[in-house]
C-alpha cells in the first residue's frame, strides 16, 4: 500500500494550496480516509476526514469554511483543497487510510496507512 502526498509548498497568508494524495496498492469499498498536519512540536492533528464512496465529511473547528476534503475515485485521489491559509496551518500534512472501527475520525492512531506526508508553510 501506498500513499503519495502532493501539492504542498510555501505561500502568503490569505493564499491557497491544493493537496493530493495518490492511493495505490489498496482496495476498499468503504472506508474512512483523511489529513492530518503536524507542526514543530506539535501533536498530530486531524483536519477533514471523508468517506470512501461520498457522504458524511468532518472537519476540524480551525479549518471548516476555508478547507474541503475530496475525492477523485477515477484517479484514486484524496484532496484537500485548502483556501484563504493562515500561518498556523503551517505544520507538514500527511493523509491516512484504512480506518479502525470503534474511534473517532481526528484519532491518527485508529489509522493504518499513512503518506510521507507534505509540507505547507504560510508566511
Known amino acids: 500500500v501506498q500513499l503519495v502526498e502532493s501539492g504542498g509548498g510555501s505561500v502568503q497568508a490569505g493564499g491557497s494550496l491544493r493537496l493530493s494524495c495518490a492511493v495505490s496498492g489498496y482496495t476498499y469499498s468503504r472506508d474512512l480516509m483523511g489529513w492530518f498536519r503536524q507542526a514543530p512540536g506539535k501533536e498530530r492533528e486531524g483536519v477533514a476526514a471523508?468517506?470512501?464512496?461520498?457522504?458524511?465529511?468532518y472537519y476540524a473547528d480551525s479549518v471548516k469554511g476555508r478547507f474541503t476534503i475530496s475525492q477523485d475515485n477515477a484517479k484514486n485521489t484524496l484532496n484537500l483543497q485548502m483556501n484563504s491559509l493562515k500561518p498556523e496551518d503551517t505544520a507538514m500534512y500527511y493523509c491516512?487510510?484504512?480506518?479502525?472501527?470503534?474511534?473517532?475520525?481526528?484519532?491518527?492512531?485508529?489509522?493504518?496507512?499513512w503518506g510521507q506526508g507534505t509540507q505547507v508553510t504560510v508566511s
Open positions: 471523508t468517506f470512501t464512496g461520498g457522504g458524511v465529511t
Open positions: 491516512a487510510a484504512d480506518f479502525r472501527n470503534g474511534g473517532f475520525w481526528y484519532q491518527a492512531i485508529k489509522y493504518k496507512y
